[in-house]
């Protein structure tokens, strides 16, 4: 190992988790800040073992920490993974800022986590002041929120504003009321949208979109000019009644290579 370049040590350190890679320090002098030049950051909380408020004050410390020392200009992927609230806002925003001035192409914001849920008024709401900015979003080509509150003005934007985007996925957010994606959207090929029980309607226009998988109430479905979409997924309340499913997508249906239906007490899946 000691005859290989520093880009590739790196690199085989990207493979491992950020613990793993910080141990890595104390190998020898050359070793040891490598593993701050990591283009993936991951921060998974399942590995702290305290009471959840207790985890919750060491995790945003690891994190605080893991960026005071981190030394790449360039993210590939930025993870945070665990069950955090709106008292940690300033922290939470903070991150985003510092992933997407480092050209984030993978973002994960998922704060539902492993340990217990959300009570109501919680939830830690997407800072709509970050699109101010809209240059700072052109690199991402995944942006994944499950447990963040973002509304449908915010996710327009970042469509509008992400030329590289590919992969949307936005799971329990309470603020989501309606979503209209259309023709300037041209490189997204992956939507998902799962228990946004809020939700009132879905409208797709113009797109190059490949799948599309939804779970949630039942709520007003258009696609329009979708002639790549060969992959859907449909279920929670919406699927209550097959009939009104097939009436739905009737269009789309002769398109599609793959149609999962995941009804009430059973699930049908149909290719």
Known sequence: MSVLPDDLLVHILSFLTLKEAAATSILSSRWRYLWTFTPKLEFDGKQINMLLKQKRSAYVKWVNDI?????????????????????????????????????????????????????????????????????????????????????????????????????????????????YIYGSSRSLKRLEIIDCQELGSIEIHDSNLVCLNYEGPRIHIVLEGVPHLVEMSLGGALTYYIQDVISLFSRQLPLLEILTIDVIEDNFSWQ
């Open 67 to 179: 960026l005071a020392s981190h030394k790449n200009s360039n993210i590939e992927v930025f993870k945070v993974l665990f069950s955090l609230d709106d008292v940690y806002e300033d922290d939470i925003g903070k991150w985003i800022r510092y992933a997407l001035a480092r050209k984030v192409q993978t973002l994960e914001l998922n704060l539902k986590g492993t340990y217990g849920c959300h009570t109501h008024g919680e939830y830690y709401s997407f800072p709509n002041e970050l699109l101010c900015n809209s240059t700072d979003f052109k690199f991402l080509k995944s942006i994944s929120m499950d447990s963040v509150d973002v509304d449908g003005e915010a996710l327009e934007f970042l469509l509008c504003n992400c030329p590289l985007l590919e992969n949307l996925s936005v799971s329990q957010s309470r603020d989501l009321s309606s979503l």
